[in-house]
């Protein structure tokens, strides 16, 4: 196993990320499991004085959302781009230096949380480490222009198209960050802002681009339909940064808005039956047959399509008191997040022959790997729906009984309701970083030990 500090091309750079990736997502499930764990037995401690949830919980969504989100970006872009654009890339040693910006500010920003928790929001939005990954991420945004201006073909595969829309919106949503707080409306809007571009969005789009290439490439098949693809890729870009506001039904954000919102997220089945039809009818045309890791891609396609239909489900007025201020809001984004895993994780599994020279043996290692996380992230989405349909309906009673429920008798009974939920939610926890230890294993043994192969070959016509 042979990693060159300075790589000269898309091959080197991204045996780097098929390493960086697992890493990751390790240190970010186990910041999760910690978050879970200490919110389970909070009470067996003797105070805060070391941590405390609302700083874990901080930590890990700048863990998933962040730093294991940038890693996927990266990936992606260092194999998928190049690789659907059919050229090399233009300034190569720059997207090298701009892809370790990526991973290194979203680490960064962990880091200086971790040992600056009390003054690391000291300088507001404004702070220098925002700043300084708007400089990160619009080099990337820059290159990915220039890469893309530089291609004479007249077509661009699809993965393509959805990396550069994820680049595009994770820099709008860092200039979105960095709007000042003033008004408590204001607050509203820009989580809101920010959820639908970052989460919504960026996941998705790096998801899709994963998919439409695991879809094809690899299994020798024909994409069914390009302008089904291109429903995709605008309908999920025009819909998705708007769909979060519903779950602020009710609240000081502007009435138009939050209708706006929810007529929005019912139009989600137009893009998502595009896509589902899209690759059905393309995964029929495969001509290879026993790629190991295709069952992680189905099942992170499912995944996907139920999160898009909750997503759905949760727009009906009846049901956003409920749902709106509970843990359902979170479904959606360990949905995603879930779906980018998983599909990042067939990714790599498909790279490692590829780049390394070393077969997958997909042996029982594999099996128990891929079985753990596609049970963790289904009983994820289930426990967490449940959880918030549990807690909104007992809050809504009681605020219609003149009885609020976050003190006293009232938030007894809640407890009482959706405890075991949270308690779950830590076991979930600790299957998904039992999971994602096996994957690092799995994928040290198999670029250290494993048979040898034929190294696939970038070559590329920049003419």
């Not at 401690?45 to 890693?71: C, E, I, K």
């Not at 991420?137 to 290159?143: A, D, Q, S």
């Not at 998705?240 to 039904?249: D, E, H, I, V």
Request: glycine share 6%.
């Amino acid at each position: 196993m042979k990693i060159k500090l300075f790589p000269k091309n898309e091959q080197e750079l991204s045996k780097l990320f098929v390493l960086i990736f697992p890493l990751t997502l390790l240190l970010s499930l186990t910041i999760s499991f910690l978050k879970n764990a200490y919110f389970t037995f909070a009470n067996l401690l003797p105070n805060n004085s070391v941590f405390n949830y609302g700083f874990l919980d901080r930590l890990d969504t700048q863990a998933a959302l962040g730093l294991v989100f940038g890693a996927s970006l990266c990936l992606s872009f260092s194999y998928l781009f190049s690789k659907s654009l059919g050229r090399s890339m233009v300034l190569f040693p720059l997207v090298f230096l701009t892809l370790l910006g990526v991973v290194g500010t979203e680490f960064l920003d962990i880091l200086v949380n971790f040992f600056f928790q009390n003054t690391a929001y000291d300088l507001g939005n404004s702070s220098l480490l925002i700043l300084l990954k708007i400089l990160v991420v619009f080099g990337l945004f820059g290159l990915a222009t220039l890469n893309l201006l530089a291609k004479k073909e007249a077509s661009i595969f699809a993965s393509a198209q959805f990396i550069y829309g994820a680049v595009v919106f994770y820099l709008i949503s860092l200039f979105i960050v960095r709007a000042e707080l003033n008004v408590f409306s204001d607050i509203f809007l820009v989580n809101s802002l920010y959820t639908g571009t970052h989460i919504y969005v960026g996941v998705a789009f790096i998801y899709m681009a994963i998919v439409h290439f695991l879809m094809t490439r690899p299994l020798q098949a024909v994409l069914f339909n390009k302008t089904l693809s291109s429903i995709t890729f605008w309908g999920f870009l025009f819909l998705l940064p708007w769909t979060n506001f519903k779950y602020y039904y009710g609240s000081v954000l502007p009435n138009w808005i939050e209708n706006i919102s929810i007529y929005l997220s019912m139009s989600l089945v137009v893009p998502l039956l595009a896509f589902l039809v899209n690759y059905i009818k393309t995964i029929q045309t495969k001509e290879v047959d026993g790629v190991g890791s295709l069952n992680l891609l189905n099942f992170s396609v499912i995944l996907f399509s139920i999160t898009t239909i909750f997503h759905m489900i949760s727009s009906f007025e009846n049901l956003l008191p409920i749902l709106g201020i509970t843990n359902f809001v979170n479904v959606i984004t360990y949905g995603l997040i879930g779906s980018l895993v998983l599909a990042t994780i067939s990714l790599s599994y498909y790279l490692i022959p590829k780049l390394y020279g070393r077969e997958v043996a997909y042996s029982r290692l594999e099996d128990i790997t891929f079985f753990g996380f596609k049970i963790s992230y289904l009983l994820l989405l289930i426990n967490n729906t449940v959880l918030g349909v549990n807690s909104g309906y007992s809050w809504n009673a009681g605020a219609n009984a003149g009885n609020p429920t976050i003190y006293g008798e009232g938030y007894g009974i809640v407890w009482s309701l959706i405890s075991f939920n949270f308690s779950l939610n830590t076991f979930i926890s600790l299957l998904l970083l039992g999971s994602g230890f096996l994957y690092l294993i799995s994928v040290l043994r198999a670029i250290s030990s494993g048979s040898i192969t034929t190294v696939e070959e970038m070559v590329y016509s920049n003419d």
